[in-house]
């Protein structure tokens, strides 16, 4: 009888673990070497925006994903013709001791040309989006 009720527990105390175990070890995905960040503006135009990552720390998808939306929002509040502003292409460069990220974007000039611009970002690996234009 005590025997049962022993391997009872034991099976119990097992399930248990494995149950516990599973709610922390959530999967994190790391960014990888070249992925696509889709965007959308308030007007409904949407963006699949290419992302070369030569970051030589890894970092988390999400943390990397905040640090675009940030600088794509304080671009485009920079550029102040929002209808006009199109993003090309992030490129996330590890120099010495900053991680930035190079924004390539176009805007109309004043003759209705698309214009090529660059803005440089300094981030952490937090998601935090440090410096602009340093």
Do not use: H
Not at 17 to 37: A, E, G, H, R, Y
Not at 49 to 61: A, F, M
């Amino acid at each position: 009888m005590i025997s049962s009720y022993f391997k009872f527990y034991l099976l119990f105390s097992f399930l248990t673990l494995v149950k516990i175990t599973s709610l922390f070890s959530q999967d994190v995905v790391m960014t990888p070497n070249s992925f696509v960040f889709s965007w959308q503006k308030a007007n409904g135009d949407k963006y699949e925006i290419p992302v070369k990552n030569n970051l030589e720390v890894e970092i988390e998808q999400q943390k990397i994903n905040r640090v675009l939306m940030q600088i794509l929002l304080k671009s485009s509040i920079k550029s102040k013709d929002f209808e006009f502003f199109n993003p090309i292409e992030f490129i996330l460069i590890k120099d010495e001791k900053n991680m930035i990220a190079k924004f390539i974007f176009t805007e109309l000039d004043t003759s209705g040309e698309a214009e090529k611009f660059t803005d440089y970002f300094l981030f952490d690996t937090y998601g935090n989006v440090l410096d602009k234009n340093f």
